[in-house]
């Protein structure tokens, strides 16, 4: 019998009909998120996904070394790419709301040229555009980068933006149009 969709294509299985390792999974990812949305809600089913994906999108979130205007950059640049309406819609308003103007977040996602007074923004969106866009890294870019984020700065873009490929990639395929809502939980 086929399952009912919850989420785009997505059937989200309720907690009391989880397996013990998927509640264990949804745990971890309450725990590290305080609420399940977009890609959590599907990834609850592999628990042993959800259990890493947890603590590393909780990563992003907070205390590390990039600011919230130069995460947003990075993850509108990767869902941009991957079209992907759920993340687009929730992002675009993060952007926004935490102080992006309008204007720039609508090119980033329309993939028009954009640019940045602040350094580390700008060179947060060109290491984005390049690497989303398979472009060669030029010695300039690389040493504008490491000037400005050092490693560590430069592993969190890189990182941030695999993390959400892998977001906007599971959106994308389950589907899930922007605004879902799914089941409560």
Same mark, same amino acid.
């Given at each position: 019998?086929?399952?009912?969709?919850?989420?785009?294509?997505?059937?989200?299985?309720?907690?009391?009909?989880?397996?013990?390792?998927?509640?264990?999974?949804?745990?971890?990812?309450?725990?590290?998120?305080?609420?399940?949305?977009?890609?959590?809600?599907?990834?609850?089913?592999?628990?042993?996904?959800?259990?890493?994906?947890?603590?590393?999108?909780?990563?992003?979130?907070?205390?590390?070394?990039?600011?919230?205007?130069?995460?947003?950059?990075?993850?509108?640049?990767?869902?941009?790419?991957?079209?992907?309406?759920?993340?687009?819609?929730?992002?675009?308003? *993060?952007?926004? %709301?935490?102080? =992006?103007?309008?204007?720039? @977040?609508? #090119?980033?996602?329309? $993939? /028009?040229?954009?640019?940045?007074?602040?350094?580390?923004?700008?060179?947060?969106?060109?290491?984005?555009?390049?690497?989303?866009?398979?472009?060669?890294?030029?010695?300039?870019?690389?040493?504008?980068?490491?000037?400005?984020?050092?490693?560590?700065?430069?592993?969190?873009?890189?990182?941030?933006?695999?993390?959400? *490929?892998?977001? %906007?990639?599971? =959106?994308?395929?389950?589907? @899930?149009? #922007?605004?879902?809502? $799914? /089941?409560?939980?």
């Amino acid at each position: 019998m086929a399952e009912t969709a919850t989420f785009g294509r997505y059937a989200e299985v309720p907690y009391d009909q989880m397996t013990p390792e998927q509640q264990e999974g949804y745990q971890v990812l309450m725990e590290t998120r305080g609420r399940l949305p977009g890609p959590a809600k599907i990834y609850v089913h592999n628990p042993k996904l959800a259990k890493v994906m947890g603590p590393l999108g909780a990563h992003f979130r907070t205390g590390y070394s990039l600011s919230e205007r130069e995460r947003e950059i990075a993850v509108c640049i990767i869902n941009s790419k991957f079209h992907t309406a759920y993340a687009t819609n929730a992002h675009e308003r *993060t952007a926004k %709301a935490v102080g =992006l103007p309008s204007d720039k @977040v609508e #090119a980033i996602l329309s $993939g /028009l040229p954009t640019s940045f007074d602040d350094k580390r923004e700008q060179i947060v969106y060109e290491m984005a555009i390049c690497l989303a866009h398979a472009r060669w890294v030029s010695k300039g870019l690389y040493e504008r980068a490491l000037e400005a984020l050092g490693h560590v700065g430069i592993t969190d873009v890189i990182g941030l933006m695999g993390f959400y *490929t892998g977001v %906007a990639m599971t =959106l994308a395929f389950y589907d @899930v149009p #922007a605004g879902a809502a $799914g /089941l409560a939980r």
